[in-house]
């Protein structure tokens, strides 16, 4: 796609780094647990700095209501810390506290072609019929998301599959720039990590569907503030078929909602699918669903509590949010200054 990386171009020498986002559009559920958060905790601990944030700036592409855009932003940060995030380690911060994401898109825009931005298969789901209807930030998108990717130079984004093309476009752009600007090996070309512990959790009621918070059913999805008795009732509730647990080794495309249970077991124990096929194959779903509800409530229980905890406390999230908007700026305000070094802009 890019029509100016060579493939001679030294590539980038700059250290590891590792970022990713979670908008701020509302309820976070299990499949943002399993599929994000959980993958960011065991990423945190291999060594690399590790930006989080939470993406106020995309969340507005969408109407978001000001009285609780601000709310929103705080379950996502008490997300993040009660899922096991240290904010010693890591950077964790709302993106529109640092005004260069929005200053880096801007040049960006200028870099990334209409062509790109009009094959991103996101842009055509979220905006259905009335494209023309669409703010132009929900176009433009994925440029602000490549700002908040390369104005860190990161490396590594832990990210879900359906993110992939916006982490190819990401790319384009940073050889892009780096080619017309001769700046040889100035932005990495960061890699999208896309294998999690369940990178795919799907609804509870459709095994073919993704879990998800616009899901009109709240019995589809497991809330991360949902309580213990609610948790269980889901698990009891969902949708499975005529049969019994598989045998190791039998396909499970025409049994979604059983393969998505399976996943979900497995992830929160920290098992392959394999190993809990093998142990409950030939069982009834009467047998298996009161573990999965068991380990469910186990393995989420600690981190609802205390995001219920953080969320009491909002001046401790926001303390975590300010020192973390502090430490990002510092980065990401270098990368702004040797950019506009770097486009010719006029300096004082
Ligand atoms: N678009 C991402 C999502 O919906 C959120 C996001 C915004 C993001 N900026 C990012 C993810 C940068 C990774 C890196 O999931």
Redesign the pocket.
């Given at each position: 796609m890019s029509e100016t990386a060579s493939p001679s171009a030294p590539a980038y020498s700059g250290p590891r780094r590792i970022?990713?986002?979670?908008?701020a559009s509302g309820a976070l559920h299990l499949g943002n647990y399993l599929g994000?958060l959980k993958r960011f905790t065991q990423l945190q601990d291999q060594g690399a700095p590790c930006f989080l944030?939470v993406?106020d700036l995309?969340a507005i592409t969408v109407w978001q209501d000001p009285n609780l855009l601000a709310a929103q932003t705080r379950e996502i940060a008490a997300a993040y810390l009660a899922s096991g995030l240290d904010p010693a380690k890591s950077v964790i911060f709302p993106?529109s506290a640092v005004r260069a994401h929005s200053e880096l898109a801007w040049i960006f825009n200028c870099v990334a072609r209409l062509g790109w931005l009009d094959r991103m298969t996101?842009f055509k789901e979220k905006s259905g019929k009335h494209k023309e209807r669409s703010s132009v930030g929900l176009y433009t998108?994925?440029v602000?998301?490549a700002a908040?990717?390369l104005l860190y130079k990161?490396t590594e984004?832990?990210?879900?599959e359906?993110?992939k093309q916006?982490?190819e476009l990401t790319r384009d752009i940073a050889a892009k720039f780096n080619g017309d600007f001769g700046v040889p090996g100035f932005f990495p070309l960061p890699e999208p990590l896309t294998q999690g512990p369940a990178p795919r959790v799907m609804s509870l009621r459709d095994g073919t569907a993704k879990m998800s918070k616009s899901d009109p059913s709240d019995a589809s999805r497991i809330n991360l503030t949902d309580d213990a008795d609610v948790i269980a009732g889901k698990i009891r509730k969902s949708k499975t078929d005529m049969g019994v647990m598989p045998e190791p080794g039998e396909s499970l495309d025409a049994r979604p909602e059983v393969r998505n249970l399976l996943t979900i077991y497995a992830a929160l124990s920290d098992r392959s699918r394999d190993d809990v096929t093998a142990e409950f194959a030939g069982q009834g779903f009467g047998a298996f669903k009161p573990k999965l509800a068991d380990l469910a409530v186990e393995s989420l229980a600690p981190v609802t509590a205390e995001m219920r905890r953080l969320m009491a406390d909002p001046a401790e999230i926001d303390r975590v949010l300010k020192d973390g908007a502090d430490r990002a700026a510092a980065v990401a305000d270098a990368t702004v200054a040797e950019v506009k070094d770097v486009v010719g802009f006029w300096k004082g």
């Open positions: 970022l990713s986002g979670i908008q994000a944030f993406a995309h993106q996101q998108y994925p602000l998301q908040d990717i990161a984004v832990p990210t879900g359906d993110q916006h982490l």
